[in-house]
Structures are given as C-alpha cells and as structure tokens.
C-alpha cells in the first residue's frame, strides 16, 4: 500500500486547528478572528471540504446537523440569521436542500454569493431517475466526480479573500491527493466483491452515483429523494432481485427510516432467504463526532468498508 493511501485519511473533520463551536458535527459554527470570512455550507460534506480549504481564514458555520436528512430539512431562524450575514453559501444544488430552495435560490442585493457545487459538473457527469426529469442530487458518492468541487470552492475563495491564494491552492492540491488516493481504495474494495453479489440494496435511491463508479448495481426502496413514496411493489421486486444474485446483506442508512428494509428482510425470510444487514451506511450525512464517519473522508472510507465487508459472504442457509 502506498503512503498516499495509508495517509489519506490524515483530513479531519477539525484539522484547521479552530475552535469549534458545537463539536466537529453538528450544526456549529467555526471560530476563527473576527476579520475572518463569514461563510456557511449546508451539509456536512460540504463543510468539511470548505473548511479544509478555507482554515483560519474563514468562519464557517454549518446548516444541517449529522445524521439529519438533507431532502426534509426546514431552515430555522438562526440558519436565515447565518446566510444573511455570511459573504459566501456554499449548497449542493440539484434540489438535495429541497425545503431550503428558496432561501438559497433567492436573488441577493448584498455582496453575498451563492455557490451550487453542482454548478462544477459538466451535464453528462449527471445521473438521472428513470422516468422522470429529476436530477440525482448525491454527487459525493462519486469521489472521482465530488474531486470536481474543489476547484470552485477554492477559487470562491480566493476571489473573496486574494491574499490567501497561495493558501488555498495547497489546501486543495492535498485534499485532491488524499480524494485520489480514496477513489482507488473503493475501486480494488469493491473488487473483492463475488461479481453476481454486487447489487447494493439500501433505504433509498442515494447510491447512483457510488454503483457507477465502483461497479454496483444499486437499488433504493425509495427514490432518489426521501420525500417521495416506497413503492409497496418495489418489495417483492427487490425480493425477486436477492434471490436471482443470492445478495446476502441489505442496507439501512444513518439519515433515512429503516422500517422498509425490515420490510424487505421479513418478506425474504417469507421466502426462505436469510438475509444480513450489511453495517449502516452514511448517505446524505456524515456520522457523529467519534464515529469515524465524521468527515468526508471518513464516511466513505467507511461506506467502502461495510459494503465491500457485506457482500463479499455468502448468504446465510
């Protein structure tokens, strides 16, 4: 294993060396110098990446706590008072802050900005739901596709703060190699998996973008947001789809309701099919401070391990 690899994981959630207000997830606020940039993220993904790139030079405050779903969160006053008064709003786009689109759509008469990572991705980068216009918004899972935020974070930030520069582009070449060094570790954990048993069944439809890249085929009880309905036909289809692959593990998500893959589990033992659940996987939040999932880094390392774990054994007799 090379050093690159062995080290990427070296990118905390709280490597700045800041003082955090509220723990390294959360909703919180990043303190640094009263002169220093007032920037919010909405998800934690993306406050970790903004975070590393921005140090001491921004005071960054995070929306959505851990474990909250992004698709169904509702900003409070205090999250209103945070955009208001920041100078940069770093969001996902593509309706992932489906509740929030108007506070983070809306047109600004101040110097603020308003910055979609997604607006970083070229059109043919995107996945969409079969049958419908919608646009799958967990871009992350993608390492190699989320690599392609970078760049604009650093430059909106150096275009706020041109003296640090310098300091953000090291930032991001780093984090770039440590990305790089994680898209490779989910390529060969992925390999170890029996080619029939890669089909990754979880709570909803947030892996896409994970089962293009490192060779899955993915299917969600829900779709793509957790707003929409679970289908009660998807249950015996998913059924059908474990038995012809012998899949012997399904997942629950940290951020989405779990009681429709019980449903799954309960009408495969109808069946006669055993089925595991695989370790929960994190999707559209990080874990909490201490889980090992509380960075980016961390939450994919993890993702990687469990599913690579789960679906390399047989299914039980």
């Not at 970083?120 to 871009?139: C, K, N, Q, S, Y």
């Not at 706020?160 to 954990?189: C, H, M, N, T």
């Not at 889980?291 to 007799?317: C, E, I, Q, T």
């Amino acid at each position: 294993m090379s050093s690159n690899r062995r080290d990427f994981l070296k990118l905390s959630a709280c490597s700045t060396g800041a003082t955090v207000l509220g723990g390294c997830t959360g909703r919180w606020t990043q303190e640094n110098s009263s002169d220093s940039l007032p920037v919010v993220a909405t998800t934690g993904m993306i406050a970790d990446m903004v975070r590393s790139i921005g140090g001491d030079a921004i005071r960054l405050t995070q929306l959505i706590s851990a474990g909250v779903d992004p698709h169904l969160y509702k900003p409070i006053r205090d999250d209103i008072v945070a955009i208001v008064h920041s100078k940069i709003v770093f969001y996902n786009g593509l309706k992932l802050e489906g509740r929030m689109a108007d506070v983070l759509g809306s047109p600004t008469k101040s110097d603020r900005v308003h910055v979609p990572l997604s607006d970083a991705l070229d059109p043919i980068d995107l996945v969409g739901e079969p049958g419908t216009d919608a646009i799958d918004p967990h871009i992350w899972m993608d390492v190699a596709l989320w690599s392609k935020t970078i760049p604009l974070i650093r430059d909106t930030l150096a275009m706020r703060i041109p003296e640090r520069k310098e300091q953000f582009a090291q930032a991001s070449d780093e984090i770039l190699q440590q990305l790089i060094s994680l898209d490779e570790y989910g390529v060969q954990a992925m390999q170890g998996i029996p080619t029939r048993q890669r089909v990754l069944i979880s709570s909803h439809d947030a892996f896409q973008y994970f089962g293009r890249r490192y060779g899955l085929r993915v299917e969600g009880v829900q779709g793509i947001s957790t707003v929409s309905e679970a289908g009660l036909k998807r249950i015996p289809e998913l059924i059908e789809l474990i038995s012809k692959n012998t899949v012997p593990a399904v997942f629950k998500e940290s951020s989405v309701a779990g009681k429709m893959i019980d449903a799954v589990i309960e009408g495969a033992a109808d069946r006669g099919l055993k089925l595991k659940i695989g370790n929960e996987l994190y999707s559209d939040a990080l874990g909490p401070a201490g889980s090992g999932a509380d960075s980016y880094l961390g939450m994919m390392k993890h993702n990687f391990d469990s599913v690579a774990h789960a679906l390399s054994s047989g299914r039980k007799p």
